[in-house]
């Protein structure tokens, strides 16, 4: 019923950029929130941002400053764009959003993309 299609992710220096992009498609009838969530190797899934749909926004801790979450709401298209990257910002990124499909919300992943930072 929702697809979510990522796209983005790869290998970078410290210091440097990456954009991630997910696209969700699907009888979606309402987006509340569109986030992005990482987990690295022998950590827990933690969320990096989100954003709802009257642009409000949340960061982690440890990339407030340095990335920058968007949206295309006609697209249905969210973005997380990374800069001054560090090696600990390494991991597998997930895009989620919360939709409603049906009347009902529900939680719905894209599949992972892996992000590493070279030191």
């Known amino acids: 019923q929702v697809q979510l299609v990522v796209s983005g992710g790869g290998l970078v220096q410290a210091g440097g950029s990456l954009r991630l992009s997910c696209a969700a498609s699907g009888r979606i009838l309402g987006i509340p929130t569109m986030g992005w969530y990482r987990q690295a190797p022998g950590k827990q899934r933690e969320l990096v941002a989100s954003?709802?749909?009257?642009?409000?926004?949340t960061y982690a801790d440890s990339v407030k400053g340095r990335f920058t979450i968007s949206k295309d709401n006609a697209a249905k298209t969210v973005h997380l764009q990374m800069d001054s990257m560090k090696p600990e910002d390494t991991g597998v990124y997930y895009c989620h959003i919360s939709a409603v499909v049906a009347g009902i919300i529900g939680d719905y992943w894209g599949q992972g993309t892996q992000v590493t930072v070279s030191s």
């Open positions: 954003i709802t749909e009257t642009d409000t926004t």
